[in-house]
């Protein structure tokens, strides 16, 4: 029972290269969420995905895309990196919000760094 | 911005101490959880209290929820060394759709 999986789970970049983060889950989630965790910030929403076939931004979406691929699979791409993309990020899933959100459940992160 | 915002940001007890964390937040919510990060890992949910909700127990969990005053607070009775983690609140704002919105947590150290 994997739950969320995260690759990589370490990567370094240099300046202006890109990249695609991948992640999966096998519990049958219709959510899927991608955030980046900074030190004395806390977790902070990139994008999101409420259902397979939608897409939105989220509160720090500049510089980044994302695809949701399939019910299970959704990936996050840096398309030219920057050093203030230095992060750990990590992908989430929950089931489908009706009234109310429910848990997430939440890999264990890709550390990534861009000199 | 931070919706959630967690006091205090760093707590450090004896073993079999009990820990109080608490978080404040700005709007209207459905819902606030909590969450457990220990170092190098991904959050963990720990419990979800609702808004019509004022108090919520698992294990040696308590959550209180004071609606009124827009403040939650988790007690960890009877800690263990186990229990060192960092700590998140998350709330569901009422207009947030599919959204939760995340506190800057609380770095729990239970000493041996």
């Known amino acids: 029972n994997a739950g969320v999986t995260q690759t990589p789970k370490f990567q370094v970049l240099k300046t202006g290269q890109s990249m695609t983060l991948q992640c999966a889950q096998d519990m049958n989630h219709n959510s899927m969420y991608w955030y980046r965790q900074d030190p004395g910030m806390g977790l902070r929403l990139i994008y999101y995905s409420a259902s397979e076939g939608t897409t939105d931004k989220g509160e720090v979406p500049n510089g980044y895309n994302v695809s949701r691929l399939n019910k299970r699979e959704f990936s996050l791409r840096l398309e030219s990196a920057a050093p203030s993309q230095t992060s750990v990020y990590f992908c989430?899933?929950?089931?489908?919000?009706?009234?109310?959100?429910?848990?997430?459940?939440f890999g264990d992160g890709t550390r990534l760094s861009i000199l | 911005s931070q919706q959630g915002e967690e006091d205090p940001q760093a707590l450090s007890i004896q073993e079999g101490e009990n820990a109080t964390m608490n978080c404040s937040y700005k709007?209207?919510?459905?819902?606030l959880q909590w969450y457990r990060q220990n170092s190098g890992r991904g959050l963990v949910h720990l419990i979800l209290i609702r808004s019509n909700e004022r108090e919520k127990h698992s294990g040696r969990l308590r959550v209180t929820l004071d609606t009124s005053k827009k403040s939650s607070s988790l007690l960890i009775t009877a800690s263990r060394a186990a229990d060192t983690a960092s700590y998140f609140c998350a709330t569901d704002e009422e207009t947030s759709g599919s959204r939760l919105t995340f506190g800057e947590g609380t770095q729990l150290t239970v000493n041996p």
């Open positions: 709007t209207s919510i459905n819902n």
């Open positions: 989430a899933s929950s089931e489908r919000v009706i009234l109310y959100n429910q848990p997430q459940h």
